[in-house]
DNA sequence: ATACTGCTGTGATTTCTGTCACATTGTGAA
DNA sequence: TTCACAATGTGACAGAAATCACAGCAGTAT
C-alpha cells in the first residue's frame, strides 16, 4: 500500500523528509496507542484501518468523540507533541491498523518549511474541533434516541457500509448509557424501518 | 491600557507589525462579534472585556462553551480565517469589551516570520481544544448539579471574585437546563452551605 | 447432547430533569 | 406610595433514562 495516495496535497520535498524519518509502526484491533496523561514522543498520520478517540470515565466506559481513518492525523497529538504535553484522551486501534510515526523534534520545522504540511497541521485543526463541537451538540441538545441515530448514522457514512458489527453494550459505553436503553431504542427503531435488527450486527435501511 | 503587557510573550517585530496593521475595536456588552456561519476575516485579540463563545440551539438557548478573557484569542476565528471558512459558533461581548482584530492577509506571514506568533497559535489551539475537552466531560458524564457546580467555580477561578452577578435564567441557558432546575439546586447548595443566595447575586462560600 | 457464556428482550421501579401553574419578593419608575 | 416588572420559590406532574431482575437465545467448547 502506498502511503502518498493517502496523501496527495503533500510536496515532494515533504514527502521525502518523512520517508526518510518517518517509522511505520502497527497495532493490533484492540492495542491502547495513547493513553491519558501519556507524554506523546510523536504525530501518527492513520496509514489504514481505523482509531477510537474517547475519554475513559470513571467507571472505565469509554465515551466516543471520534474516529480517525486513513489519510487523517491525530490533533491532539500534534498540539501536545509541539507543547510536550501530555494528552487528555485515550487512542485505541478499532481494527488493525498502520501508522506512520513522525517524531516531534521534526514538527516545527516541517511547519516553517513545508507550506503543504502546514496547511495539513492547520486543517486538522480544524475538522477535530469541529467534531468536538459537534459532539458537544448532540450531548446539550439530543435526547438518547436522536444521538443513537446520529451515532448510527454517522458509522454508515464513514464506512460506507449498511451494516456495522457491534453490541448493544458497544453502543451504550460509547454514548455513555446503559445496554438495556439503547437495545430499547434500537427496538423502536425497528418498528418505525430504520434498521433491521441481527445478533451482534445492525442493518440500516 | 497598554496591550503589549497582555502579550509579554511577543517579539519586538511582531508587536511593530501588529501595531501598524491591526485594527482596536470596541464591543460594548451584549454586542455580537460573530454569529454562526458568518466568514471571518480577521482574527481577534482579547485586550479588556470578557467575550462568551457559545452555541445557540433551536430555541435561542446559548449553550456555553467558554470565554475568552485579556491576553486570549479566538482560535475558531484563527483557524476559519486561515481558510476562509465560516464558523459554527457565536461570540458575544459579556461585557463592555475591546480587542485587536488582526487581518486575515497577516496570519501566515506572522506564522512564518514570528516564532512567537506561531507558539501563540498552537498554544491557544490547545487550550481552546481542552476546554471543549471538558465541557464535553462534564455533559458526559455529569449530572446537573455537578456541572451547576463547575459553572460555578469555574466563573470563580477565572474572575478571582467570591460573588458572581448572574440570574438563575441565565444560569440555566448557559447550562441548557430551566430556570425552575437551577433555582432549586442553588437552594440544596445553600442548604449545603456552598453558596449564599440574593437577588441577582451569587455568594460562594 | 450438555453446559457455559455472551448477547438480547422486557417489565417494574426509581431518579433526574423539564414543564406548568402560581405565589412571593425585591427594585426602580411614575 | 404605588405600580409594574423581573427574579425567585415551590408544588404537582410528565417524560427520559438508569437500574434491577430475570428470561430467552445463539454460538462454542466439552
Redesign the pocket.
Known sequence: MNWKQLFPQFEPGLIEIIEKEAVQRSYNAGDIIMRTGQYIKSTALVLEGRIKIYRENQDGGEFLMYYLEPGQACAVSMICALQSETSEIMAKAEEDTEVLMIPVQLMDDLMNKYKSWYQFVIQTYRSRFDELLSVVDNIAFH???E?LEFYLKRHADKTGKKVMEV????I?DDL??????I?????KM?QRNLVK?????IELV
Open positions: 435526547n438518547m434516541d444521538r453490541s448493544h453494550q458497544r451504550a455513555n448509557s446503559s445496554r438495556e436503553v437495545s430499547r431504542l434500537l427496538k425497528e435488527l441481527h445478533r451482534n450486527m
